[in-house]
């Protein structure tokens, strides 16, 4: 199976600080990788997939990068709603399998 | 409006079965694959199964595979997930979502529902 490691773990961060999350694949995956928020006791929410394409509805700020086994997601300018937990997804191949999340957590 | 509703969840005991289902409507069920994920307790998130737009193809976590299958029924617009041999490591939220495109590899899920949840305890 695909491994997808995630880090941090969690960071603290303020409103308008830039946060960059990093996702790390075991074998190349090519650009099959999507990101979700988590916002406590509701379900996920898809924000980017294909490394980089921002899904509707998505604010601009956030944002995608990479391919091959190392890939990104920033958020340009944090702001309140976005404090919630964040997973990288690999669909390259099945198992899809997730990283471990990572935890925005006001600073 | 597009949307996914779980049902089926419940407290079971080890090794007894359980079938959840998920409703879909507002969306043209029969194009979409579907998936469903689940989250334990304080946990995070857990690809459990997928199935091809049509049934013809599905899709297990190691985890699952040989207890768990996944299936639906076009004419209903409903995915279901029957559950056997149940294990208290099983105990999670329980999610289904649509997949953006036809085939269950290769893309993202982009409507989830709301999640039903299941505790397997004695």
């Known amino acids: 199976d695909i491994q997808m490691t995630q880090s941090p773990s969690s960071l603290s961060a303020s409103v308008g600080d830039r946060v960059t999350i990093t996702c790390r694949a075991s074998?190349?995956?090519?650009?099959?990788v999507n990101w979700y928020q988590q916002k406590k006791g509701e379900a996920p929410n898809l924000l980017i997939f294909a490394a980089s394409s921002l899904q509707t509805g998505v604010p601009s700020r956030f944002s995608g990068s990479g391919s091959g086994t190392d890939f990104t997601l920033t958020i340009s300018s944090l702001q309140p709603e976005d404090f919630a937990t964040y997973y990288c997804q690999q669909s390259y191949i099945t198992p899809q399998t997730f990283g471990q999340g990572t935890n925005v957590e006001v600073k | 409006q597009v949307q996914l509703v779980e049902s089926g969840g419940g407290v079971v005991q080890p090794g007894r079965s359980l079938r959840l289902s998920c409703a879909a409507s507002g969306f043209t069920f029969s194009r979409y694959a579907v998936h469903w994920v689940r989250q334990a307790p304080g946990k995070g998130l857990e690809w459990v199964a997928a199935?091809?737009?049509?049934?013809?193809?599905?899709n297990y976590a190691d985890s699952v595979k040989g207890r768990f299958t996944i299936s639906r029924d076009i004419s209903k617009n409903t995915l279901y997930l029957q559950m056997k041999s149940l294990r208290t490591e099983d105990t999670a939220v329980y999610y289904c979502a649509r997949d953006r495109y036809s085939h269950v590899s290769g893309s993202s899920m982009d409507v989830w529902g709301k999640g039903t949840t299941v505790i397997v305890s004695s």
């Open positions: 199935v091809s737009y049509d049934g013809s193809n599905e």
């Open positions: 074998q190349s995956i090519s650009k099959y």
